[in-house]
């Protein structure tokens, strides 16, 4: 069999992401004192609004250890407030404190200037064939984890 690592699909994108994120990671902690599960919670809570942390579990696609750890992290600096969550008592709604939105403010436009940096190797065409291609995967990986 000839197996070529590097032409392997999982490896390729793993190897994209790692690069991205630690280039990312970099920052965020030197700037902001955040980890990149930290600051996807945040992401996630600073675009759709309260969330319990199985929700950000779902959305993040991070393990629960990792989510919690994150929560308990951002909950611990003030930057994520807790409330009751009505429906189930064994949760809490999360969402980000003033503090937390103050600091989502800044962190945002750091996080679409290097999106922006790290992207400008594609051209407009590109950047939408890739988005188009990625979503394709994840929905082929979704349906085949359903069956």
Do not use: C
């Amino acid at each position: 069999m000839n197996f070529l690592l590097d032409d392997f699909l999982p490896y390729q994108l793993s190897t994209s992401s790692n690069a991205v994120s630690d280039l990312i990671a970099s920052e965020y902690k030197s700037r902001f004192g955040l980890k990149i599960p930290e600051w996807r919670v945040m992401a996630v809570l600073g675009t759709r609004g309260a969330s319990t942390q199985r929700h950000l579990v779902e959305a993040t696609l991070m393990d629960k250890v990792t989510v919690n750890r994150a929560v308990k992290n951002l909950v611990d600096r003030a930057l994520l407030d807790r409330s009751p969550n009505s429906a189930d008592g064994r949760s809490h709604h999360l969402l980000l404190s003033s503090t937390g939105r103050d600091l989502y403010g800044q962190i945002l436009p750091a996080a679409q200037a290097m999106d922006k940096k790290i992207m400008a190797v594609l051209s407009a065409e590109e950047k939408a064939e890739l988005a188009a291609m990625l979503a394709k995967i994840k929905k082929s990986a979704d349906t085949i984890a359903r069956a």
